[in-house]
């Protein structure tokens, strides 16, 4: 079992950024791929970036390419998501996820065996 606790979110001007946390903990928390979702407001989850484990490949959703950073640092099982340019639309509860399996290049919520609770995200214009 792997529990996530996401931290960080708030609001924010459009153009700013924000720092995304989501520590990890558990026996295979250190194996897991580990992503962010978001949701917003009477939309679907939807997927924003993944990091594997292993060799720290990435891959972002084409909105976020650019302007959002994944990083992880093992050592302290926490994923980060460095936000910057911020835009309105960016304003979602976002999730942290993991799960043992590496999916390529598209990821769904469904591939995701573990959620945090999520940490809102507000951007103003």
Known sequence: QVQLVESGGGLVQAGGSLRLSCAASGRTASSNNMAW??????????????????????????????????????????????????????????????????YGSRWYDYYMSYWGKGTLVTVSS
């Not at 994944?70 to 509860?93: C, G, H």
Request: charged share 25%.
């Open 37 to 102: 979702f978001r949701q917003a407001p009477g939309k679907e989850r939807e997927f924003v970036a993944v990091r594997s484990w292993s060799a720290g490949t990435t891959r972002y959703a084409d909105s976020v390419q650019g302007r959002f950073t994944i990083s992880r640092d093992n050592a302290k099982n926490t994923l980060y998501l460095q936000m910057n340019s911020l835009k309105p639309e960016d304003t979602a509860v976002y999730y942290c996820a993991a799960t043992s399996r590496w």
